[in-house]
């Protein structure tokens, strides 16, 4: 499918974890590096992870360094985020999509999955 599926959401405590997962036949593209993007309630979709095909080096913006991983299987065209001491600020909608995008312009958003860390 040209648009990702992203799964794996859920409601945690804080402090918790979860795995997402997403796929994508699009991961295949030679332009196309994978990213996760998250989106708070109320708040623009941000990009917070990116991971590159060829060596899997991974980029994290500073709000989840130390706390997600990045990882990706390149042939089942997915990627993963390991989430772990999940807060309140982790709530959200979290999506697949191309690395450096602009959100605004990008249209080939797939469903996205929800997290929802409550105390």
């Known amino acids: 499918q040209v648009q990702p599926v992203e799964s794996g959401g859920g409601w945690v405590q804080p402090g918790g974890s979860l795995t997402l997962s997403c796929t994508a036949s699009v991961f295949k593209r030679d332009y196309y590096t994978p990213a996760w993007f998250h989106q708070a309630p109320g708040k623009e979709r941000q990009q917070i992870s990116c991971?590159?095909?060829?060596?899997?080096?991974?980029y994290y913006v500073d709000s989840v360094k130390g706390r997600f991983t990045i990882s990706m299987d390149n042939a089942k065209d997915m990627i993963s985020l390991q989430m772990s001491s999940l807060n309140t600020e982790d709530t959200g909608v979290y999506y697949c999509?191309?690395?450096?995008?602009?959100?605004?312009?990008?249209?080939?958003w797939g469903p996205g999955t929800q997290v929802t860390v409550y105390s």
């Open positions: 999509g191309p690395c450096g995008v602009n959100v605004n312009l990008y249209h080939s």
């Open positions: 991971i590159s095909k060829t060596d899997h080096s991974a």
